[in-house]
C-alpha cells in the first residue's frame, strides 16, 4: 500500500498494433525504440508476453477487465461488455482516484444500461465504464482535428481520413524514392497532440491519478509525418515469413483459405507496397517512441518521475504480410505476441531494475498489477494475477525462468470470427455463428489450436518455429495432441466464470473463501 506520504500515480500506455519484437532492446534488425529501451532497463521487460484476443475491442475488454474472452463475451467489434462486469476504472474510483482517458479504448456499451438515444449505441468507440474521458479520440479524432482548423491546417471533411491524408503524389510502389509522409508536422500529428494534452493533466493534477494514454500508432493507415516516414528504406526491411503462394498458405487449414479469400485481410501481392507498408510501420512506432521519450522528460522535469508507475503495452500485434496476412487474425504469434514493459518507482522495485522476464504473461494480468500496485485487491472476475513479484524480483522470479509457486507455463488466446452482420465465414466453412471461435494454447515447445466445429492444428514450435507444418494428422503426434487438448480443456474449465463460487450462503449468512483459480 502506498503510503499517504508518497502517494503512487499510475501511466498506463496502449499503442495500437505493436508486434512483441520490434524493440530494439530485444536486438530487432530494424527498430529503433531507444526510449522504450531506457524504461525497460530502469523497470522490468516480459518477453514472452501475449494478448487475450483480437481484434481491438475484446482484446480491450480483456485488457481493462482481467477476464478472458470466454467469461465477458465481447467478441467482437460492436459486442457488447455486459455492464455487471467491473474493470480497472471502477475500481480505482472506489478507491478515491480519478481514472481519466486520453485516447479510446472500444468498448461496445450494454445497451440495456443506456438510453435508446445514447450516442454509444451508435458506435463500438465506447468509453470503459467508470473511465472519465478528458480527450477522447478513435475513429472520429475530433478534438485534434478541431485543434489542427484552428491552427489554420486543412481539414478532410470526413475527419476519419486525417490520420491518412498523404502529401500529393507518387508513393513508393509507384516510383517515389521514399514512401509519402503525412501532411501534417510531426510535432501536429495525432500522437503529439494527446501526449501534449496528458501532459496538461499531468502538470496541473492535484492528486494523485490513474490516466490511460490509448495512442492509435502504430496501426492503420500506415502513414507517418516527416522524418518517420523515411527513417527505414523499404529495400533493406525484414523479408516476410510465408509460403511462395497464398494458395500454398491457405493448404493448412480450412479457416486460414477463408481468412485469404478476404480482400481485406490478404497481403498485397506487389512487394514493393508490402515493403513500404512494413517500413512506415516501423517508423510510426520510432515516432510512439519518441514521444514516450518527450514523456519521460516531462515526467522527471515535473517530479512525477519517483511517484509514477508506468505500463507500456499493446492491444494486439499486426501480421504485416507474415503468412499472405495482413492485420490481427487467427492463431500465429505476429497478431498476439506485444510487449510489455513496467517501470515501478518504489524502492521495492530496485532489485528487478532491467530485468527480462521469460515466463508468459497475457493481458488480462494488467488490471490485477496495477490495483495491487495501488494496494486494492483483485477481484474474482479476473483470471490474470498480478505480476508484482517479478517486479520486485522476488527470490526465484528474478528472471522469471523457475518462478516458485503457481505460475502459468503456457499463453492462451481465443479468435472469434463471427460476423453479426455477415454470414460469409460460416456459409464458407458450413459453421453456425456460434461455432465460429478458436481457442489457442501456447508454450515452449507447441502450439494447440482447437475449432469449435473445424479439424485442429498442431505446430511443433522446436522443429518449426515459424508455424507451416500442421503435426495434428501427424500418427507420431497423436499423443501430444491428446495432451494439449486436455489441456485446453482443463485451462477452460479453470477459468469458467466463477464470480459468486466461491460463497455460500448458510445460517450464519454469506461465508466466502478465498478463491485462487490457478
Known sequence: ????????NILFIT????????????????????NLDALAADGVLFNRHYANAVPCGPSRASLHTGMYLQNHRSGTNGTPLDARHTNWAKEVA??????????YTDTSQDPREEDP??????????????????????????PWTDDLAAKGFAVPEDIRLAYGKREPGADYEDGAATPKPLVYPAEEDDTAFLVNRLMDYMGSATKPFVAHLSLLRPHPPFVAPEPWNEMYDPADVPGFTRTATPDEEGAQHP???HQLSRR????????????????????????????????????????????????????????????????????????????????????????????????????????????DALGLETPVQCDGKPLTPFLEGREGYEMGAS??????????????????????AEQALDLTLHQCTMNIIRDEKFKYVHFTSLPPLLFDLEKDPQEFVNRA???AYLPVVLQYAQKMLSWRMNHDEQTLTHISITDDGPVARAADRW
Open 1 to 8: 500500500m502506498p503510503s499517504p506520504a508518497a502517494p503512487l
Open 255 to 257: 479457416w486460414l483459405a
Open 403 to 424: 518462478a516458485p509457486g503457481k505460475w502459468r507455463d503456457a499463453a492462451h488466446w481465443e479468435f472469434d470470427f463471427r460476423d453479426p452482420a455477415d454470414d460469409a
Open 473 to 475: 494428422n501427424d500418427p
Open 117 to 142: 438515444e445514447s450516442p454509444w449505441l451508435r458506435t463500438y468507440e465506447g468509453p470503459l465504464p467508470g473511465i472519465r474521458p478528458v480527450c477522447m479520440m478513435g475513429t472520429w479524432p475530433t
Open 264 to 371: 481485406l485481410f490478404r497481403a498485397s501481392s506487389n512487394e514493393k507496397k508490402l515493403r513500404r507498408m512494413k517500413a512506415v510501420y516501423y517508423g510510426l512506432m520510432s515516432r510512439v517512441d519518441a514521444e514516450i521519450g518527450r514523456l519521460v522528460a516531462f515526467l522527471k522535469e515535473s517530479g512525477l518521475w519517483e511517484r509514477t508507475l508506468i505500463v507500456f503495452t499493446s492491444d494486439h500485434g499486426e501480421q504485416m504480410g507474415d503468412h499472405w496476412l495482413l492485420g490481427k487474425c487467427g492463431y500465429f504469434d505476429a497478431s498476439y505476441r506485444i510487449p510489455l514493459i513496467i517501470r515501478d518507482p518504489r524502492k521495492t522495485a530496485d532489485a528487478s531494475r532491467g530485468h527480462v522476464v521469460t515466463r508468459f504473461s497475457e493481458n488480462v494480468d494488467i488490471m490485477p498489477t496495477m490495483l
Open 94 to 103: 472506489r478507491a478515491g482516484y480519478d481514472p481519466v482517458l486520453f485516447g
Open 15 to 34: 499503442a495500437d498494433q505493436w508486434r512483441g519484437e520490434c524493440l530494439s532492446t530485444l536486438g530487432h534488425p530494424m527498430v529503433k525504440t531507444p
